[in-house]
């Protein structure tokens, strides 16, 4: 059992206990965090006098080495070592020999893999916003190409107003740019280093914190050395934002399946996102819209996890903490999946525009505009109301919509009604009419394109100052 402790103990750790305390299974995910995390921290140190040059040039030699070995496959890292920690610095050891004991001179496993943690998850967050911005993109082609594609819009899953795929799909441009704020957000929070925060206290070398943080591209060092070790706080954002993402993403996908419906038949889903029944041979069923909804509560349940284990632990560190690991891997590489796969679904996926504007003409979602023609005539606007529900009826009664009725059937319900109801109440002219900012006429539609094309095209990487090698 390779490890990195035991000098104070005169019995070996019981194998079961062993097991159960050790963490490589899964922190193996952090050998190249570790590596560049341990090379910047002997850069530094030879900086400040602590290794000699030889020294250093012998250890990143070795760690590099170590780290193509992994890539390469010819290093297997193997559950003999405890963590991930302990593979490398035994294997720099075994390679170079006394240069390697040397290599964490100055530092704590506490503020190892708090720093492992940080350069991982901030990785993610990076690896995240650029899936958002690929499917932003696509929903905002999608936007371009449906400005005149009138549909129902919806309340309590009723038909309510017309108005075109490209506002429906724009409700959702919105959403997952708030998600893409939101790890901006995050990723400035959590951009500080905490090599150099030692167990729990700092260290007495001399260690130049700034330095090593700015080797690593983060802002600055953390300040406080406790809070350093003790705490995921951006963890629980990082999850949080995830679980929002999937929040939208999963309401998305809700309504694509009820789009797809027999009963709807507003959207067709690309073969090659949707799967057959073994035993009926005309289904074709939306899996992959099914499972990004049911994997949504798998990314809350990371999300709970780390808040409960976090809630009732002291300052400063405690081996609870090791269980941040294993369900936020899991998280992220659920969401980014999810991500990659609802874009790909969605940018094959055929909508039916036919069918969504019968569907709109239907479902009477043009019966506001209608009690408003009638409160333009000077009919008092509860009036109007009354004689707009006289007319759904006599239209369900007759299965019809408003636009198929003759003028003397609308004036035998009232006769304010006249020729001009019919380009009154078409749905071109009850969508074109609402021309304020974010409202679905084709004006103020393109207005909010131009604006989210400009948006898209932005770098907030730069604006952030991240380094292109991390972007």
Not at 439 to 467: C, F, N
Request: with cysteine; aromatic share 8%.
């Amino acid at each position: 059992m390779a490890q990195l402790w035991g000098g104070r103990f005169t019995r070996e750790t019981d194998k079961l206990v062993y097991n159960f305390n050790a963490s490589v299974s899964f922190d193996k995910k952090f050998y190249r965090q570790d590596i560049e995390g341990s090379i910047a921290h002997v850069v530094m140190l030879e900086k400040q006098g602590i290794l000699t040059k030889e020294e250093k040039d012998e250890i990143v030699k070795g760690l590099t080495g170590i780290r193509q070995d992994v890539e390469n496959g010819v290093l297997q890292i193997t559950e003999e070592y405890e963590d991930i920690h302990s593979f490398v610095e035994a294997n720099l050891i075994e390679r170079i020999g006394e240069a390697g004991k040397k290599l964490h001179t100055g530092r704590s496993r506490n503020d190892q893999v708090a720093l492992d943690m940080r350069l991982y998850t901030r990785a993610e967050v990076l690896a995240a916003d650029e899936l958002l911005k690929e499917l932003l993109e696509t929903l905002l082609h999608i936007m371009e190409e449906n400005i005149e594609t009138y549909m129902p819009g919806f309340t309590h899953l009723q038909k309510a107003q017309p108005v075109t795929l490209a506002h429906h799909i724009g409700a959702y441009f919105e959403m997952f740019k708030r998600d893409r704020l939101r790890l901006r957000d995050i990723y400035g929070r959590m951009n500080y280093c905490p090599l150099g925060a030692g167990a729990l206290a700092g260290t007495t070398y001399p260690l130049d914190r700034y330095y090593t943080a700015s080797l690593l591209g983060f802002e600055a060092p953390t300040l406080n050395s406790m809070d350093s070790v003790s705490d995921r706080d951006y963890v629980i954002e990082f999850l949080s934002a995830l679980s929002t993402i999937m929040m939208h993403l999963s309401r998305f996908c809700e309504e694509i399946i009820i789009w797809n419906s027999n009963e709807y038949r507003f959207v067709e889903i690309d073969d090659s996102y949707a799967t057959g029944s073994s035993i009926m041979p005309q289904k074709k069923n939306p899996d992959i819209a099914e499972l990004i909804r049911g994997k949504t509560g798998r990314v809350y349940g990371a999300l709970i996890s780390i808040l409960t284990t976090m809630k009732g632990i002291p300052l400063a560190y405690n081996k609870d903490m090791q269980e941040d690991k294993e369900l936020t891997f899991d998280a992220i590489d659920t969401v980014k999946g999810c991500l990659a796969l609802f874009e790909g679904m969605v940018r094959t996926m055929k909508f039916n525009r036919q069918i969504m504007e019968k569907s709109a003409m239907m479902g009477f979602t043009n019966a506001t505009d209608a009690a408003d023609y009638l409160v333009g005539k000077g009919v008092a606007f509860r009036d109007a109301h009354g004689i707009i529900g006289k007319l759904v009826l006599y239209c369900i009664d007759k299965k019809c919509s408003i636009d198929d009725m003759t003028i003397e059937e609308l004036k035998s319900i009232s006769p304010v009604f006249s020729e001009d109801i019919y380009e009154k109440i078409s749905l071109k002219t009850c969508v074109e009419k609402r021309l304020t900012v974010g409202a679905p006429g084709s004006e103020a539609m393109r207005r909010v394109i131009q604006l989210e094309k400009e948006y898209l095209t932005g770098d907030w990487y730069h604006e952030m100052g991240i380094p292109e090698s991390l972007s």
